[in-house]
């Protein structure tokens, strides 16, 4: 696997725990746990999302 993927791969593994943790957030009722789980989904989609568009644009040239 190519290292580009093992990032995606790390960056989807992440947002789907920050994702789970909201579940455990309401759970809980803790908003402290929801809102770091929210900025966590934030961080790493941008950076999912940042990593893609700078590839596609070294693979343009």
């Given amino acids: ?5 093992m ?3 790390l960056l989807a593994v992440i947002t789907v725990l ?3 943790s909201i579940g455990v957030a309401i759970a809980e009722r803790s ?3 929801g809102i770091l789980a929210f900025i966590g989904i934030l961080i790493a989609m941008g950076l999912g ?3 893609r ?3 596609r644009e070294s693979s343009d040239m």
């Fill in 18 to 20: 920050c994702i789970m």
């Fill in 49 to 51: 999302f940042n990593l």
């Fill in 7 to 9: 990032l995606f791969l």
């Fill in 31 to 33: 908003t402290l746990i």
């Fill in 1 to 5: 696997m190519k290292k580009e993927n």
């Fill in 53 to 55: 568009k700078k590839l």
